[in-house]
C-alpha cells in the first residue's frame, strides 16, 4: 500500500523509491525494508532472495534491504555511472520499468531527454510513514 517510483541503476539493478513522511526512526525503516524483502523471499521463494550470498541468489531477484543500512551507499537519480556506454540512474513509472530491457538503458543523451519531462519522483506522495505496528504485522505474516 505504500506509493513507490522505480529507478533503473544504470548497473543491474532496480531501486523502489518510497518517499516517507519523517516520522520513523532510522531503525524502524531499516527494520521495515529487512522485514518485507524477508517476507517477499518467504512468500516467493522461487522468485525473490534477501540474503546477500550470490550463491543463493542465482536465478532469483535479490532484494537488497542492506542499501538501507547505516554506511550503505545508493546511486542517486540522474547520476552518471562510471562504466562502459556511461548509463544513468533513471527514476520511471512502472509502466515504463515493464518495458524495458534492463537496468542501464539509458545513456546520458536520453537521459538528457527525460529532463524536459516531469520527474516520476515528483509525482509520489511524501505522506506516506512507517510504524512498528506495520512492521510487527509484517513479521506474523511471515510466520504464516
Known amino acids: 500500500g505504500l506509493d513507490s517510483v522505480p529507478m533503473v541503476t544504470g548497473g543491474k539493478g532496480v531501486h523502489v523509491i518510497v518517499k516517507l ?3 520513523a526512526d532510522w531503525e524502524t525503516v531499516a527494520g521495515f525494508a529487512r522485514t518485507f524483502a524477508h517476507l517477499l523471499a518467504h512468500r516467493q521463494p522461487d522468485r525473490y532472495v ?3 550470498s550470490k550463491a543463493k541468489r542465482k ?3 535479490f532484494i537488497d ?4 543500512d547505516r554506511g550503505s551507499t545508493a546511486v542517486a537519480p540522474y547520476s552518471v555511472r562510471a562504466r562502459k556506454g ?3 540512474a ?3 513509472s512502472w509502466a515504463e520499468l515493464s518495458k524495458l530491457k534492463s537496468a ?3 545513456d546520458t543523451g536520453q537521459a538528457l531527454k527525460r529532463l524536459a519531462k516531469p520527474c516520476p519522483l515528483l509525482d509520489a506522495t511524501a505522506e ?3 510504524s512498528l505496528e506495520v512492521i510487527e504485522a509484517l513479521e506474523k505474516l511471515i510466520g504464516d
Open 104 to 106: 542501464n538503458s539509458f
Open 59 to 61: 536465478g532469483k531477484i
Open 65 to 68: 534491504w542492506l542499501r538501507n
Open 86 to 88: 556511461a548509463p544513468v
Open 90 to 92: 533513471i527514476p520511471l
Open 50 to 52: 534477501a540474503t546477500m
Open 128 to 130: 506516506q510513514s512507517i
Open 21 to 23: 513522511r519523517r516520522t
